[in-house]
């Protein structure tokens, strides 16, 4: 039986009379998108149409899940909101600070060991809120979510922007920052902006080398990292049918890459056959009932130009098995020839020391038998590896069928690392090299979502490619990037030659999943005499102090850095070995923006010190502001934010007394973090104006007394000749928004209305 049972029946008890009345309102047939939003409205049942892309809305979602490494920032300060228990099902789950090293069962010591005060801080703060916990080892959050608690036409939130991944099981599931969690359990409306809707229509059908993935690949090439930003993408059409639950998850999860505020398919019966064959047979025969309000209306999918505001198509017959990378998620190249230009044309080792296969994104049962199938395809046909092979098993569960069927033991036959079942180097937890800033330059591929530089090892100088897990297989057997399995041969140890056969698998495993310990512990009902303890003197865990409010007369505010390109959440608050503090603010701190490059001399964490004139770290040089009560400016460019949901990345800056950041544009989530963290996150009306600001820069914010919505605001930027620029600056902040500025922020507010 399904967890949540209850809840999941009065949705769909609900769900009937809130579309019907919606489709009243709005005057036209829905999308599946539209049905979820509209029929989790705060107050209830639907009133008013909203405006895609401007109206802000207050949902209720379902549900709440947490991973370790941002729960911790997220229960800290749920533990400030007075509140005894969640209002809605929450879960934690410990995935993010286990190291992949030696393998499974040494790298989950090791993490048991060294975190184990971060362990027990969560089991105890989950123990007396009433939070499902899962403990270390018991898999990825995602795939986690996907077996256990998704159900379609759900709403829920996560504090990862990959909790999207649930979209392949037909929710509206959407990675927020811990504050947006807060509010939730806290029983308060969640806000979002109305998203726009984006159409993918799949035609044909899926075969051969071209995979799931293959197909979020494809739609990352054509709306690039920031194509989906504010839109929900919505997948439709005979090949999505055709297609597993869990490669839709795969598709779904790595709409995070384009910025999608989420991404889902109508529920269908691939979703019905996941759900029965995950002891969940209970979901299926509720959904079973209403089908059609579970997907969109006929009318949507048969003209879906009227009904979307932009439509792809995708013909799955055509599409061919693709590499994206690397440094970014949406760089796509076809497998074969065309990479091996472009390599040569960019100097890309053609060499692939590693092939990974797992993450949130690539680790179900299915792609670890489909990959599975070609590493047996290499030991019949007498092929060594000419790369190492890494595997992560997307949950215990997973893991334990996969070993039951004897997939593991194929990959072990190669010499392959079985790896926790956990995120590993997907983030960055990884211990490839003991140097990795002077690590060599290299090529990789992986079945993971992001490829950004130093995010899975730590070096930049890692070329880091992302494909489907059988490609994955493929090319790491064969040691190099242009390999194509399609065409190209390969010597075995006999010298002769030999080639691939298309990789074949299981959609669900035949004889059903199975698991004895699945790693998850229940919270007491009544958890009020359960102690959390937190040190005084920890390094991993800090109690937080309420941020004091910036107030309506921000002057002399020095400038912190101006960010050059691309500047993303792992630029801000990088992961890896700094994952170890994400329950320490003031520790953590000691990383921010060190990986953004200074505009005036092109390095990381070298700015200037206007009250030295010395240049230093970025954290060392804001402590310096901070210590004087000076506050300072961070001047970026577009897309800012990108990348992971962490609020450390807007927590951090707060706290060393950043003010306010200007940008070219945000992405979503990141603008939403510093808002809720009474931050000012402010776009430049004429993007050329980034051009006008300069290394010793002081700015004074004019009219700061006046914000309101719908207003822009102005600053004055002092040079150091005396010369000035007046600079009108665009803002998104409603009337709530506007409020927690000025308490200083949203969980100040929280509390507030806590104690009235």
């Given at each position: 039986m399904a967890f949540d049972i209850d809840m999941i029946k009065e949705v769909y008890a609900n769900m009937e009379a809130r579309v019907d009345a919606a489709r009243e309102i709005v005057g036209k047939p829905l999308t599946l998108s539209e049905k979820i939003l509209y029929s989790h409205l705060w107050d209830g049942e639907p009133t008013k149409a909203y405006v895609r892309g401007k109206d802000y809305v207050e949902f209720s979602p379902d549900r709440v899940a947490c991973q370790d490494a941002t729960a911790q920032m997220a229960l800290l300060q749920f533990m400030q909101a007075g509140k005894p228990k969640v209002a809605v099902p929450t879960t934690v789950h410990c995935d993010h600070l286990i190291q992949a090293k030696s393998g499974a069962a040494a790298d989950l010591k090791h993490a048991n060991e060294t975190s184990s005060e971060v362990f027990s801080f969560l089991e105890s703060v989950s123990n007396k809120y009433g939070i499902g916990f899962w403990k270390p080892g018991a898999g990825i959050i995602h795939q986690v979510v996907l077996e256990n608690y998704a159900f379609p036409g759900g709403m829920m939130i996560g504090t990862d922007s990959h909790t999207v991944n649930a979209g392949g099981l037909g929710m509206v599931a959407i990675g927020v920052g811990g504050a947006d969690a807060v509010d939730v359990m806290a029983g308060m409306a969640w806000e979002l902006k109305f998203p726009k809707l984006i159409g993918v229509r799949l035609t044909g059908k899926l075969s051969g080398w071209?995979?799931?993935?293959?197909?979020?690949?494809?739609?990352?090439?054509?709306?690039?990292?920031?194509?989906?930003t504010g839109a929900i993408v919505e997948y439709f059409g005979p090949g999505a049918e055709a297609m597993s639950c869990t490669g839709k998850g795969t598709i779904c999860n790595m709409g995070a890459e384009i910025g999608a505020t989420t991404s889902t398919f109508g529920y269908d019966d691939s979703m019905s056959?996941?759900?029965?064959a995950t002891e969940r047979a209970d979901v299926a025969d509720a959904a079973d009932k209403i089908k059609s309000y579970l997907t969109a209306?006929?009318?949507?999918?048969?003209?879906?130009?009227?009904?979307?505001?932009?439509?792809?198509?995708?013909?799955?017959?055509?599409?061919?098995?693709?590499?994206?990378?690397?440094?970014?998620?949406?760089?796509?190249?076809?497998?074969?020839?065309?990479?091996?230009?472009?390599?040569?044309?960019?100097?890309?080792?053609?060499?692939?020391?590693?092939?990974?296969?797992?993450?949130?994104?690539?680790?179900?049962?299915?792609?670890?038998?489909?990959?599975?199938?070609?590493?047996?395809?290499?030991?019949?046909?007498?092929?060594?590896?000419?790369?190492?092979?890494?595997?992560?098993?997307?949950?215990?569960?997973?893991?334990?069928?996969?070993?039951?069927?004897?997939?593991?033991?194929?990959?072990?036959?190669?010499?392959?690392?079985?790896?926790?079942?956990?995120?590993?180097?997907?983030?960055?937890?990884?211990?490839?090299?003991?140097?990795?800033?002077?690590?060599?330059?290299?090529?990789?591929?992986?079945?993971?979502?992001?490829?950004?530089?130093?995010?899975?090892?730590?070096?930049?100088n890692t070329h880091a490619f992302v494909a489907s897990p059988e490609l994955t297989a493929a090319i790491a057997i064969s040691g190099r990037l242009d390999f194509n399995p399609m065409t190209d041969v390969l010597i075995n140890e006999e010298g002769q030659e030999v080639k691939f056969e298309e990789p074949t698998g299981w959609e669900l495993p035949p004889k059903g999943f199975e698991v004895e310990e699945n790693g998850y512990l229940a919270p007491v009902a009544d958890g009020s005499g359960v102690e959390v303890k937190v040190s005084d003197d920890s390094e991993r865990l800090q109690l937080l102090t309420p941020f004091e409010p910036l107030g309506n007369t921000i002057k002399g505010a020095k400038l912190l850095i101006k960010a050059f390109g691309k500047c993303t959440t792992d630029h801000i608050s990088m992961a890896g070995p700094w994952l170890r503090f994400r329950g320490h603010l003031d520790n953590i701190a000691n990383n921010t923006l060190i990986g953004a490059e200074n505009a005036f001399n092109m390095k990381t964490n070298f700015v200037k010190n206007q009250l030295t004139g010395e240049y230093g770290g970025v954290p060392d040089v804001q402590r310096a502001y901070k210590k004087e009560g000076i506050l300072s400016v961070v001047v970026g460019d577009h897309n800012y934010g990108e990348g992971s949901s962490r609020e450390?990345?807007?927590?951090?800056?707060?706290?060393?007394?950043?003010?306010?950041?200007?940008?070219?544009?945000?992405?979503?989530?990141?603008?939403?973090?510093?808002?809720?963290?009474?931050?000012?996150?402010?776009?430049?009306?004429?993007?050329?104006?980034?051009?006008?600001?300069?290394?010793?820069?002081?700015?004074?914010?004019?009219?700061?007394?006046?914000?309101?919505?719908?207003?822009?605001?102005?600053?004055?930027?002092?040079?150091?000749?005396?010369?000035?620029?007046?600079?009108?600056?665009?803002?998104?902040?409603?009337?709530?928004?506007?409020a927690w500025y000025n308490e200083g922020s949203a969980l100040n507010l929280i509390k507030k209305e806590n104690a009235a």
């Open positions: 071209t995979a799931p993935k293959d197909v979020i690949l494809k739609v990352a090439e054509i709306l690039t990292v920031k194509g989906g056959r996941y759900l029965r209306d006929d009318e949507v999918y048969a003209n879906p130009e009227q009904y979307f505001d932009q439509v792809i198509d995708i013909n799955l017959d055509e599409l061919k098995p693709l590499l994206n990378g690397p440094f970014t998620p949406d760089l796509s190249t076809p497998a074969g020839k065309e990479m091996t230009t472009k390599a040569k044309e960019n100097d890309w080792p053609m060499q692939v020391e590693w092939g990974l296969i797992g993450s949130c994104t690539n680790s179900s049962y299915e792609d670890l038998s489909r990959a599975s199938s070609i590493a047996q395809q290499a030991i019949d046909k007498g092929l060594k590896m000419k790369s190492e092979l890494g595997i992560n098993p997307g949950s215990e569960q997973v893991r334990f069928t996969a070993e039951r069927d004897g997939i593991l033991q194929i990959f072990e036959k190669l010499d392959a690392k079985i790896f926790t079942n956990a995120c590993g180097p997907c983030i960055g937890q990884w211990a490839r090299y003991n140097d990795p800033k002077n690590a060599p330059k290299n090529s990789i591929v992986h079945s993971f979502n992001r490829n950004f530089a130093k995010r899975a090892d730590g070096n930049p450390h990345a807007a927590m951090q800056p707060r706290h060393l007394g950043v003010a306010a950041v200007i940008v070219k544009s945000f992405a979503r989530i990141h603008e939403t973090n510093l808002k809720k963290q009474g931050m000012l996150g402010l776009t430049f009306a004429n993007e050329s104006d980034y051009d006008l600001i300069q290394e010793d820069d002081t700015f004074n914010f004019l009219d700061l007394n006046q914000f309101e919505e719908d207003k822009p605001l102005h600053v004055e930027v002092v040079h150091a000749d005396g010369s000035k620029d007046t600079i009108k600056l665009n803002h998104t902040y409603n009337k709530a928004q506007i």
